[in-house]
């Protein structure tokens, strides 16, 4: 069979409500036809979930000193990077970032912190930021607190958050290799708390850290496993004084055909283009939006800029679609 027939006939599967498997989702990845897997990806995210691109700004509420070894990361304590390190930001300048964030177009604000897991005394400012988010703004609030515990999940979720991420960055059979003071498991178990608390769940990971094409898949297909509501895909940015610093590019198509595939196996997700996409797609960031992707991150990230929303927003509509 023809890579288009076979494209088409695994797009046929999906639209009719089944599954692609981990063989077929490497023969996808595979392909050289990248236009007809974007094209067939595109198919399936229209069917699914419209034409509506889902926006949202983020504000790192918390930056740096975190105790965690993740080789990826900016903030932790294992590496000298240079990150602006800052304690919890006061509620009124996360309101006033929400605001902003609001009126720049964007649906809905994060709140992003470098914790394992917060000390109760932040943790109960952070619930007293919340509510003034929602009731001074007015904007949907999702969070990113680390490791949960259930009381916890289920506070949030009474205080109306209305989404939780936590990512589970790499494949289990690579995680290892970016990080050694958590498991795998850990993450997976604070993703399973947050649902069975009744929050929504955001959970991603990161392209472009070494793993193979497989691994690729195999992280998709562990977080297609937990229903997630939103899945944010990230492109590493290499940043001095980490273990990933000097690591290559990621080619653009080849995000682009890790982004089709993962809508293939999860086609009725909120698939988000978040950190890194201004660096490695170019150009490409429309294609990718036509090739499975139907939401993204605007206006920086934790430790890096980013699009500014207006740009953003002028971006999706010219390709014919609408942001939320």
């Not at 964007?106 to 619930?127: G, H, M, N, W």
């Not at 703004?137 to 109306?160: D, H, I, Q, Y």
Request: glycine fraction near 8%; charge should be negative.
């Amino acid at each position: 069979m023809s890579d288009s027939a076979f494209i088409a006939s695994c797009m046929d599967k999906v639209l009719a409500g089944g599954r692609i498997t981990m063989d077929e989702a490497e023969r996808l990845l595979a392909t050289d036809d990248i236009m007809a897997l974007a094209d067939s990806a595109n198919t399936i995210t229209r069917k699914f979930n419209g034409d509506v691109v889902d926006v949202e700004a983020l504000i790192n509420a918390k930056s740096g000193r975190c105790p965690e070894d993740c080789s990826f990361c900016a903030q932790s304590t294992f590496y000298e990077t240079g990150v602006n390190k800052y304690p919890l930001l006061p509620a009124e300048q996360i309101v006033e970032n929400a605001r902003m964030a609001k009126e720049g177009g964007a649906t809905s604000f994060c709140l992003v912190c470098a914790y394992r897991s917060p000390p109760e005394k932040d943790f109960e400012q952070i619930c007293d930021t919340i509510t003034a988010v929602k009731k001074e703004v007015g904007t949907e609030v999702n969070v990113s607190l680390g490791f949960m515990t259930p009381e916890r999940a289920r506070r949030l979720k009474v205080l109306g958050v209305k989404r939780y991420n936590h990512n589970l960055e790499a494949a289990e059979s690579y995680f290892q290799k970016i990080c050694t003071t958590h498991d795998f498991s850990d993450r997976m178990n604070t993703a399973r708390i947050v649902k069975e608390a009744g929050l929504e769940l955001c959970c991603g990971g990161i392209l472009g850290m070494g793993e193979t094409e497989r691994q690729r898949i195999e992280l998709a297909f562990s977080i297609a496993s937990l229903s997630p509501d939103e899945v944010p895909m990230n492109i590493l940015i290499s940043r001095e004084g980490t273990p990933m610093e000097g690591m290559g590019t990621i080619d653009p198509m080849d995000a682009i055909k890790a982004i089709a595939v993962w809508r293939f196996i999860m086609p009725k997700t909120i698939l988000k283009i978040a950190g890194g996409r201004e660096v490695h797609l170019k150009d490409k960031e429309r294609l990718a939006l036509k090739a499975g992707a139907n939401g993204i991150i605007t206006g920086g990230y934790l430790t890096t800029g980013g699009n500014q929303p207006n740009k953003d927003i002028a971006m999706i509509k010219e390709i014919g679609l609408k942001a939320k």
